[in-house]
């Protein structure tokens, strides 16, 4: 059962800011095995700040013992009620660069303020003394870790390092994304056309629409997941690149087949092809953004395979 902060006694409080260093430290240490191949400056910084925080655990170790002797009980984050809880390594490390670099500074801060709290809060004259101490401990983390910042990312390592981001971030979301939409928003052109101009219903064109984004969506997914694991592409974790690619092939497939919500038939075909128009604009935007591919080049060639699609989708529903 968690306990109050004003609770515990001063070993605890004390065994509690040991634990709090380990596995900072710990969080440091993490991160910096994660981003040493992409991010190496990055690294080194974690790495720094991991062995700032070890020496302070030794430091509040050898005064524990000072005071209190050789054992130290066990006091986790989660039994206490109120205090820092830290989110999984592998969540923020999916977030990008700067989402880590922040977390790490929010990390200090987060620390420092929680001690400064609780010292006005207890009464205990050497207690509050310890939690300020604390306090300022963790206020001199938050100045090594900017120096070391300056240290380590340079202008050019810094630029190097976005350089990077952006090429992870192509490869694992946009790459796959992009795949997805694409599929989504050109191959079922044709089902839903076909069915929109064969029943002349928009009940029946939304059905068919939205069973081929849905399927399209799932088929896509896996697809994308069993392709390869990314260890040697590069291109990250799959269960993360199956989901963008189901989600973005299923949002292009359904974009199109919403307008067949309407009920007046030729209303709805209309907005249909309006919103067809803006998808291949879309996709054509971000090959230009991410990919490189002039504009002009990059609409020619996703507005001339629409439209053949289109084309096939009216004639096959129009026989």
């Not at 050019?156 to 796959?176: G, K, M, S």
């Not at 795949?179 to 929109?196: E, K």
Request: hydrophobic share 45%; glycine share 8%.
């Amino acid at each position: 059962m968690a306990k109050n902060f004003k609770d515990l006694s001063e070993p605890e409080i004390l065994a509690l800011a040991i634990s709090n260093e380990e596995t900072d430290g710990r969080i440091y240490a993490d991160f910096a095995a994660r981003l040493k191949d992409n991010y190496p400056a990055t690294s080194q910084v974690f790495e720094e700040m991991e062995a700032e925080e070890d020496n302070h655990r030794r430091q509040l170790i050898d005064e524990f013992r000072r005071r209190f002797g050789e054992h130290i009980p066990l006091i986790r984050r989660e039994e206490v009620k109120g205090f820092i809880t830290r989110k999984p390594v592998w969540l923020i490390q999916t977030l990008g660069i700067e989402t880590v670099r922040r977390y790490a500074e929010s990390m200090e801060l987060e620390t420092q303020r929680f001690y400064e709290r609780a010292a006005a809060r207890i009464s205990d004259t050497s207690t509050r003394k310890l939690l300020g101490d604390l306090a300022e401990a963790e206020r001199h983390h938050v100045e090594i870790a900017d120096a070391l910042e300056k240290q380590h990312l340079t202008r050019e390592a810094r630029a190097d390092e976005d350089r990077a981001q952006r090429r992870l971030f192509v490869l694992q979301i946009v790459q796959p994304g992009l795949s997805g939409l694409m599929d989504g928003s050109v191959s079922t052109l044709a089902p839903v056309f076909a069915a929109a101009f064969a029943t002349r219903s928009s009940h029946d064109a939304l059905l068919v629409g939205l069973a081929a984004s849905v399927g399209a969506g799932i088929s896509m997914g896996f697809a994308e997941a069993l392709s390869d694991d990314g260890s040697l592409t590069g291109r990250g974790k799959p269960l993360l690149r199956g989901i963008v690619c189901g989600l973005m092939t299923t949002a292009g497939g359904i974009g199109h087949s919403l307008p067949y919500l309407i009920q007046n038939f030729r209303t709805a075909t209309a907005l249909a092809v309006f919103v067809v128009a803006i998808e291949l604009l879309v996709i054509s935007w971000i090959r230009n953004h991410y990919m490189d591919t002039p504009f002009l080049r990059a609409a020619l060639q996703v507005i001339v395979g629409g439209v053949c699609v289109f084309l096939v989708g009216i004639l096959i529903g129009s026989a």
